[in-house]
């Protein structure tokens, strides 16, 4: 169960952090991170962090969003900066969890980033 926060209308050149938790488990996510989907397009990676810290973006966001997490709350963030209005779009925390037999994923129910003036 993922619980998002934050989003909402910011103006181009703005910031906004989102927060996701993972919450109602005892397990620790191996990857927590962040897709989006714009009206009419397909869903797409924004960012991910692993267990370890390793991080990836994509190349549109990189140097102006940043990902982050608290491994120990199963909590990740998502500092955007210098926003522009093509990162307009829903936003979505996914979770996975990897056993040795198959991988278990999470996703939040969503959060609207509007970057408009």
């Known amino acids: 169960h993922l619980v998002e926060s934050g989003g909402g209308l910011v103006q181009p050149g703005g910031s906004v952090r989102l927060s996701c938790v993972a919450s109602g488990t005892i397990f620790i996510m191996n990857t927590m991170g962040w897709y989006r989907q714009a009206p009419g397009k397909q869903r797409e990676l924004v960012a991910a962090?692993?267990?370890?810290?390793?991080?990836n973006y994509v190349d549109s966001v990189k140097g102006r969003f940043t990902i982050s997490r608290d491994g120990a709350k199963n909590t990740v963030y998502l500092q955007m900066n210098t926003l522009k209005p093509e990162d307009t779009a829903i936003y979505y925390c996914?979770?996975?969890?990897?056993?040795?037999?198959?991988?278990?994923?999470?996703w939040g129910q969503g959060t609207q980033v509007t970057v408009s003036s």
């Open positions: 962090v692993t267990s370890g810290g390793s991080s």
């Open positions: 996914h979770a996975r969890r990897s056993t040795a037999v198959s991988d278990f994923n999470y």
